[in-house]
């Protein structure tokens, strides 16, 4: 998100918070139903009984989408009581804007699902959004329910501000046919980072005039290159203490991460990495470069299993936890979930409860974990996946480092997401223009970092 928007929606919800927030409190067309936006606790009955108009702005495109809009049709069969209003709006309206204008013009909807859990963190850290609080036990959920990886994403300063819907979960796929044409021994996949270059290097193939053809492993590659602090967090780093309210982008660990990328680089020729990421396909297409046998290793989440069913049925594959060096999050994962939270200002945050508690339901995520391999953010919930059913080995490793203490979402923080865009361009640098880490990390500490004194002082 660009600077000024974080900016702007500082500005904006100080200015809200002294008139129309304290006045939003009007009675509803729902005589079931409590005060709309009272925030009171209500209970499990009475949540049952609520009915009226929910406004839903749903993030999702595509299949999604359309998933989506069943979803909402099903809930509707449930509840004839409650009319929703589903609006497709691309990032839930946080990255160009929408949300902010909504807010100001007292038109936000009652709830949201976003597919971006840093700019959603990050409007939680700067006032957007109401807290579930009220109304988690009338659905039958505490914090303590949700694995412990989810339970920092879902809080900012004690208040529950986002419920995940589901999750993703980060892990190495291998072409296991060109595991055994090198001579490696599978069942001894690599664990650390050494044993990750060696297996790069002998995966790695060179025609006659030294170029490469097919490359082991690219670190920025697929994940690597959509979440620049991936590494950084599988080194060990936070990024950001919640605490002392600091950025820690020079920690050792975090130069550490960015100087192994840039050694990555220089040893397989940036130029040449460059040329073969801009030319390579997404997951989506069959031009994807690990579906073509022209990369033999990456680091991708539990989609991809869904991709290669569709477009490259036959690759064999294998997945198996990122390796990390001495000290790092082993077998544990950067988790990438979507969230629901109810915007500043919702007229029916208790409908926004009773629709979360649906989307919950075993019989409509199903259709969601059976194809993609998400996974329930309750461990509970994995008992009624048809995965753990089948005992597959794949979903059996996603519970277990979705559950590690060491798994979470990294450098949560109020200035999560222009953080996030920076960083993309501090890693590019370092990798295409062989720049010191330790300097472009500091500057941009030094950048940010006023940013959140401001917060905190507004506070």
Request: aromatic share 12%; glycine share 6%.
């Amino acid at each position: 998100m660009k600077r000024y928007q974080w900016i702007a929606l500082g500005s904006l919800l100080v200015v809200l918070s002294a008139g129309f927030f304290s006045c939003n409190k009007q009675g509803s067309s729902s005589s079931a139903a409590p005060a709309a936006g009272s925030g009171q606790p209500i209970t499990r009955e009475e949540l049952e009984k609520a009915s009226g108009d929910l406004v839903y702005w749903s993030a999702f495109t595509g299949d999604s989408l359309t998933w989506d809009e069943w979803r909402v049709a099903e809930f509707k069969k449930l509840y004839p009581g409650v009319n929703v209003d589903i609006q497709s709006v691309p990032q839930a309206g946080m990255t160009n804007g929408k949300l902010l204008a909504a807010i100001a013009g007292r038109t936000a909807p009652d709830t949201l699902v976003s597919d971006d859990y840093v700019s959603s963190y990050g409007f939680a850290g700067q006032g957007a959004f109401e807290p579930w609080d009220p109304y988690l036990e009338a659905i039958g959920l505490s914090i303590d329910d949700f694995m412990p990886g989810f339970r920092s994403l879902m809080q900012y300063e004690g208040k529950t501000y986002l419920l995940p819907q589901d999750s993703n979960v980060i892990m190495l796929y291998l072409n296991t046919d060109m595991v055994k044409e090198a001579g490696l021994d599978i069942t001894k996949y690599p664990t650390n980072l050494e044993e990750l270059a060696d297996w790069a290097e002998k995966l790695t193939i060179r025609d006659a005039s030294g170029r490469i053809t097919r490359y082991g492993f690219i670190p920025w590659q697929d994940q690597g290159n959509d979440a620049p602090t991936l590494w950084p967090f599988m080194f060990g780093a936070e990024l950001y203490n919640q605490e002392t309210n600091k950025l820690e982008l020079t920690d050792p660990r975090v130069v550490a991460s960015f100087q192994w990328m840039r050694e990555w680089a220089q040893k397989y020729d940036p130029v040449a990495i460059r040329g073969f990421t801009q030319s390579a396909g997404g997951f989506f297409s069959p031009d994807h470069p690990f579906f073509q046998n022209k990369l033999a290793m990456t680091v991708t989440g539990n989609w991809v299993t869904n991709a290669l069913r569709i477009y490259a049925p036959d690759v064999n594959y294998t997945v198996v936890p990122i390796p990390v060096p001495p000290g790092g999050r082993e077998r544990s994962t950067p988790l990438g979930s979507n969230v629901f939270a109810i915007p500043k200002g919702a007229k029916r945050p208790e409908l926004a409860a009773l629709f979360f508690q649906f989307t919950q339901r075993t019989e409509i995520n199903a259709d969601n974990f059976d194809n993609w391999r998400s996974i329930p953010c309750v461990d509970k919930l994995f008992e009624d996946v048809s995965w753990t059913k089948k005992n597959d080995p794949i979903y059996k490793l996603e519970r277990e480092i979705a559950n590690s203490p060491k798994s979470g979402h990294p450098a949560l923080c109020p200035v999560s997401a222009e953080l996030n865009q920076q960083l993309i361009a501090l890693r590019d640098d370092i990798i295409y223009n062989n720049a010191d880490p330790e300097a472009l990390l500091r500057q941009l500490q030094d950048r940010l970092q006023p940013e959140l004194d401001k917060l905190a002082v507004k506070k």
